[in-house]
């Protein structure tokens, strides 16, 4: 079972129900979205100052495994970890949990790939950026 370092609480919003009354299926790859992004932030490899553009990463892969459903006013928090990093990719495990109980509502994996988007190409995953993740992770190098 993962370990994951690092949560980010997430506002359950009106809209992003379907009309099932839970959290539409596709909403959940924003909520990893939305903990990736302060994970990076928290890292320092981003700040909020920054264009969207200038964040290098591009989602090359997703998996979603749906546990449980979520819904409006629920209290969840998604969890963060950098599981492996390659030259010009990473794979990234992430959940979706209740806040209040702990329990996983979803789960799943995403492969982000290092990118230079003015330029319109991968690049090499930043050094500064592979040291903080690989310290905050507890990574080996290998």
Do not use: C
Not at 39 to 51: E, N, R, V, W
Not at 75 to 92: D, E, F, I, Q, R
Not at 99 to 124: F, H, N, Q, S, W
Request: proline letters at 4%; hydrophobic letters at 40%; a neutral charge.
């Amino acid at each position: 079972m993962t370990h994951f370092n690092f949560y980010h609480p997430i506002e359950v919003r009106y809209g992003d129900l379907d009309p099932q009354g839970h959290v539409n299926n596709a909403k959940h790859l924003t909520y990893f979205e939305q903990g990736r992004i302060a994970y990076m932030i928290a890292l320092g490899l981003f700040t909020k100052d920054q264009s969207f553009m200038e964040i290098g990463v591009i989602l090359a892969d997703a998996h979603i495994a749906y546990h449980e459903p979520i819904h409006f006013g629920q209290k969840v928090k998604v969890g963060v970890h950098v599981a492996k990093l390659g030259n010009k990719s990473m794979t990234w495990e992430q959940n979706i949990v209740d806040a209040e109980t702990g329990k996983v509502l979803a789960k799943g994996e995403v492969v982000m790939v290092t990118y230079d988007y003015r330029a319109g190409k991968t690049i090499p995953i930043p050094p500064e950026w592979r040291k903080k993740i690989m310290e905050f992770e507890g990574l080996k190098v290998g």
